[in-house]
């Protein structure tokens, strides 16, 4: 059975820590986050005791209560979108392609070093044999920081965005968009804080005013695209710059 959503979501509304949860039940936190991920399921002593933590009917733990709503019962979930970041995930939606001013910075920085340790090969032409040694060798180490600079940035931003298993869960309405990381609170979106969206090959990127940018995975999102144009008709045509490189 898909149980893990429900146990996630219960636990959100209760707002207990993975941690506490595994405590209470005497387990590891990796075996509650393997559950609310479906890598795993809970045995039936543990599905009891998570009934009996969240305070709630093992039916409706495990999904069988048809009385249970969404949290929002005056409107009707569109799409549903979950997911939990791996390491292909991270790349492929976030270094595919340029995404951020702060890719564009290191990108700069990369050039800058390859333009300086040009300019000093150059100047070696100009002077003496020993000041062209230092200007040689601050040349080549000018041009193995900048070759470094942009896989070890990513190598990094993976390794910190998979230390932990975060679990992404985006819920589309026909007024507002209800975004939650595992590690921190639900936000209310609005449509109209929309700047624009970009369909790219594995994913769609909404980009919000308030500095967020949700990924949507192209597999769980049929006729998203439509949907989203529909409702940020006057600035889909906004796209960055580097969209057209």
Same mark, same amino acid.
């Given at each position: 059975?898909?149980?893990?959503?429900?146990?996630?979501?219960?636990?959100?509304?209760?707002?207990?820590?993975?941690?506490?949860?595994?405590?209470?039940?005497?387990?590891?936190?990796? #075996?509650?986050?393997?559950? =609310?991920? @479906?890598?795993? &399921?809970? !045995?039936? *002593?543990?599905?009891?005791?998570?009934?009996? /933590? %969240?305070?709630?009917?093992?039916?409706?733990?495990?999904?069988?209560?048809?009385?249970?709503?969404?949290?929002?019962?005056?409107?009707?979930?569109?799409?549903?979108?979950?997911?939990?970041?791996?390491?292909? #995930?991270?790349?492929?939606? =976030?270094? @595919?392609?340029? &995404?951020? !001013?702060? *890719?564009?910075?290191?990108?700069?920085?990369? /050039? %800058?070093?390859?333009?300086?340790?040009?300019?000093?090969?150059?100047?070696?032409?100009?002077?003496?044999?020993?000041?062209?040694?230092?200007?040689?060798?601050?040349?080549?180490?000018?041009?193995?920081?900048?070759?470094?600079?942009?896989?070890?940035?990513?190598?990094?931003?993976?390794?910190?965005?998979?230390?932990?298993?975060?679990?992404?869960?985006?819920?589309?309405?026909?007024?507002?968009?209800?975004?939650?990381?595992?590690?921190?609170?639900?936000?209310?979106?609005?449509?109209?804080?929309?700047?624009?969206?970009?369909?790219?090959?594995?994913?769609?990127?909404?980009?919000?005013?308030?500095?967020?940018?949700?990924?949507?995975?192209?597999?769980?999102?049929?006729?998203?695209?439509?949907?989203?144009?529909?409702?940020?008709?006057?600035?889909?045509?906004?796209?960055?710059?580097?969209?057209?490189?």
């Amino acid at each position: 059975m898909d149980y893990g959503n429900r146990i996630y979501e219960l636990r959100k509304e209760k707002d207990l820590s993975q941690e506490k949860v595994a405590l209470v039940l005497e387990v590891s936190r990796q #075996s509650i986050s393997l559950w =609310e991920t @479906n890598q795993a &399921s809970p !045995s039936m *002593d543990n599905l009891i005791a998570l009934a009996k /933590l %969240f305070n709630v009917s093992l039916d409706k733990l495990v999904g069988l209560d048809k009385s249970v709503e969404t949290s929002n019962t005056s409107e009707k979930i569109l799409y549903t979108i979950s997911y939990q970041d791996d390491q292909k #995930s991270v790349y492929r939606r =976030e270094y @595919n392609y340029i &995404s951020s !001013s702060k *890719d564009l910075m290191y990108c700069f920085i990369s /050039l %800058f070093l390859l333009i300086f340790a040009l300019a000093l090969f150059l100047s070696v032409l100009k002077v003496n044999l020993e000041v062209a040694r230092v200007l040689l060798i601050i040349g080549f180490v000018s041009i193995l920081i900048s070759e470094l600079i942009t896989p070890l940035r990513i190598y990094l931003n993976i390794k910190k965005k998979t230390r932990i298993n975060i679990r992404y869960k985006i819920d589309l309405y026909d007024t507002n968009i209800k975004y939650t990381k595992s590690n921190s609170n639900k936000e209310e979106i609005d449509y109209k804080l929309i700047d624009y969206f970009v369909e790219h090959r594995d994913y769609i990127l909404i980009y919000v005013m308030k500095g967020i940018t949700l990924y949507i995975p192209k597999k769980d999102s049929e006729g998203l695209t439509d949907f989203l144009s529909s409702k940020v008709e006057e600035r889909n045509r906004k796209k960055p710059f580097w969209y057209n490189i």
